[in-house]
Structure formats: C-alpha cells, structure tokens
C-alpha cells in the first residue's frame, strides 16, 4: 500500500508509516495543478496546506483516505471524496496551542506597533514617541468569533493578560450562555454584539459558506475607534475590502496569518502589498510549531494505524450524519460458508440496497451476528425463506427510528 505525503511533515511520520509496512513517498514539488498526475498508485493521500481538488481525487483510482494533516478541511473537494467513497480524515486540537499563541503574538504585536517599529529600526529610525502610543491589554475587552478549542485556549491566555473576554459561535452548543458562564467569560448573541462590546476581537471559526465574510462592514462599523482586528484562522472570514476601508477610516489596527487568496504555500509572492503594509502580518504559520509538528504526525501515524486495522480511521469527516436506512435486520447464524451470500442475494433480488453491515464474530468461531441496516424492508416472503435456513438460527427485523 502506497502512501503519498505532499507538504512538510515530521520526519517521524515517514518512520513510523514504514514500520506499519507502507511504502512511503514524500514529494514536496506538488501543488494542486500538478498533483493529479502524482496519485495514479496512491491508496493513502497525506496534504497539510496542498489542495486536493476533484481533478486529483478522480485521478487516483486506487485512493482509499485522505489525511489532512490540521485541523481544517476546507482545501480538500469533500463532495468529490464522499461520492466516490474516499475517507477524509483530519487532525483536530493538535495545533491548538500553537494557533493560540501566535494570535497573542499578533494582538501585541498589533496593540505595540512591534512591526513598524523593527522595520523602521533596520532602516535607522528611532521614533520612540511615534511608537510609545499603545493603548496596553490589560482591563481590554477581547471579543473571539469562535469558542472551539482553539478559542477556548486563547480565553485562557487573554485572561492570563487580564484581559476580559466576550464570545461568539455561530454553532449554539459551542457557546450559549451557560457554557460562558462556566469559562467565567461574558456571551454574545451576535457578531455585532461581540463588536460592539469590543477592544480588540480574535477570529477563530470554521471556513464555511455560512460564516465567509463573517467579519464585514456592518461588523466592523460596530468596533470602536481604534480597535484590534486580528485573524489567525481562515482568510475568507474577513472581508478584505471592507477591512482595508476600516484601517483607514477607524484607525484600527490589525494582525493577519490569514488572507483571502493567500498563496497556496511554500515560496510564492504575496500581491497584497497594500494590506501587507498596513497590518501586522504573518504567512499563514500559525500551526508551525515543532511541539504542534510532533502531535500532527502522531495523529497521522494513529488515523493511518486505525485505518489498517479496522478499515475505519479515525477523524472521518465526512461519514453520513444520518443514514439513509429504514429498516435493521439482524441475523444470527452460523459461521459457515455461503450463509450471508444466500442473504444478500435475497435483498438483491428484492432491490434492496444496504447501507450499512457489520458481522460479528462469537467466542469459538462457531457462530456470528450480521446487522444489515436496509433501505426498505424485505418482504416476509423472504424473512420466512431466510428462517427456514437451516444455518440461521434467528432473524429480527426492525424499522429505524
């Protein structure tokens, strides 16, 4: 079994994917157009900031799971994947720390001008009154669009700066009041609330096409004068033009890891200068850390490991929330040859497709338990002709609930 590793990872990872018996191939010239030509013999895909189009997973007949080696999947066709029924597994919580850390980096940086004040330094400016305006951190209000894990571990940090925090997630069991309550910070209903109740507002959300461009106009009309902007999640999340026209007008200042149509990594130029110059900016390192490098590949080696062993890898994001099926019926019967062959094609005559099956094996080998999850059930005509098998020795059918 082939296994493809696009982008930089731990040199771990390649060792301990050997160890399991894989044949590992590591090809840091790939990128998304050139990729389809590279997964021909491919049965395991590992990407971190490469994008896996539908033209790469049409072209890789042999793929079985693909990793996203972070926390995000939004590079990855998830649509193409799931219609030809390739896993896509991620690697959630391994970069938290990391992504949290540099977005303190970036609000300080961002409060102290530390930017500014290191370029104009290396060219021989000395502005200390320039530079000793900050406005400081501490009795702030920080506003995070976002309380995953990423913005709880920020939470914790701005605290630590006594900072006072206000939160807002677009998902309700991620923030409500009670969980707020419980985390000893305040809730906001709404992206407007959270601006407005703000000193300085830290985005840590989910790309999605319900949340791109949550911070907009209408968002950033509601900040102070003054405010700190700072995105160290996904680039699409803050509209760039509106951003660009409320640097000037409000006076804001602002930290970037993130931005819309970033390069898709390595070496590349940035044509944004006009954003570059007015923020406080980073190229999209935020997970590049060696502590989060060596918990990524662990996760990656344990998905893979998962993968081998069961045929289920861990951190699937794209398994059916809800199955299709209507009906269970379940089959205890002896293990012996032909006994479930006679049962599926008995549903097959009757059209019946299966949505889901496992068949599980008692203590001995003697006998086993099928459950087959059906879309529509079988006609009693064939329940009767299924318990009158002498190798089954019970049939229960089920509607789902």
Not at 222 to 240: E, F, M, Q, W, Y
Request: glycine share 8%.
């Amino acid at each position: 079994m082939k296994v493809l590793i696009v982008d930089k990872l731990s040199p771990e990872t390649v060792t301990a994917l050997q160890k399991l018996g894989l044949h590992v191939e590591v090809r840091s010239d790939l990128n998304a157009d050139n990729l389809p030509g590279a997964v021909a013999d491919v049965d395991i895909l590992v990407v971190r900031s490469t994008k896996v189009t539908a033209a790469t997973i049409q072209a890789a007949a042999q793929l079985s799971l693909i990793i996203r080696a972070g926390a995000g999947v939004d590079t990855i066709d998830i649509a193409t994947a799931s219609t030809r029924g390739i896993y896509v597994a991620n690697c959630p919580g391994k970069n938290t720390a990391a992504v949290a850390e540099l977005a303190i980096g970036l609000l300080i940086a961002a409060d102290r001008r530390i930017v500014d004040a290191t370029v104009d330094l290396r060219g021989g400016a000395w502005k200390k009154k320039e530079y000793g305006k900050a406005r400081g951190l501490a009795g702030r209000t920080l506003g995070i669009l976002g309380f995953g894990a990423i913005g709880k571990a920020v939470a914790v940090r701005a605290k630590a700066l006594d900072m006072h925090v206000i939160a807002y997630d677009p998902v309700p069991a991620c923030m409500n009041p009670k969980i707020a309550e419980e985390h000893g910070i305040d809730y906001a209903a709404t992206p407007q609330a959270l601006a407005s109740a703000s000193d300085a507002v830290t985005v840590h959300m989910a790309s999605t096409p319900e949340t791109k461009h949550t911070v907009n106009k209408k968002f950033l009309d509601a900040l102070k004068p003054g405010a700190i902007v700072i995105n160290a999640s996904r680039g699409n999340l803050v509209d760039t033009q509106a951003l660009k026209a409320a640097i000037a007008e409000k006076d804001l200042r602002v930290g970037l890891d993130v931005f819309e149509n970033e390069p898709a990594g390595g070496e590349a130029e940035f044509a944004d200068q006009e954003l570059a110059a007015k923020v406080s900016a980073t190229p999209h390192i935020g997970a590049s850390t060696d502590q989060a490098a060596e918990a990524i590949a662990g996760e990656v080696v344990r998905i893979v490991e998962l993968f081998l062993k069961t045929g289920h890898p861990a951190g699937t994001v794209n398994l059916c929330s809800k199955s299709p099926a209507t009906h269970r019926l379940v089959v205890r019967h002896y293990n012996r040859v032909g006994v479930l062959a006679a049962v599926l094609d008995g549903l097959r005559e009757e059209g019946i497709n299966i949505a889901e099956m496992e068949n599980t094996i008692f203590d001995g080998a003697k006998a086993a338990c099928c459950s087959l999850q059906l879309d529509k059930p079988p006609t009693l005509q064939l329940v009767g002709k299924l318990r009158a098998n002498e190798n089954i020795l019970h049939i229960l059918l089920t509607a789902c609930s």
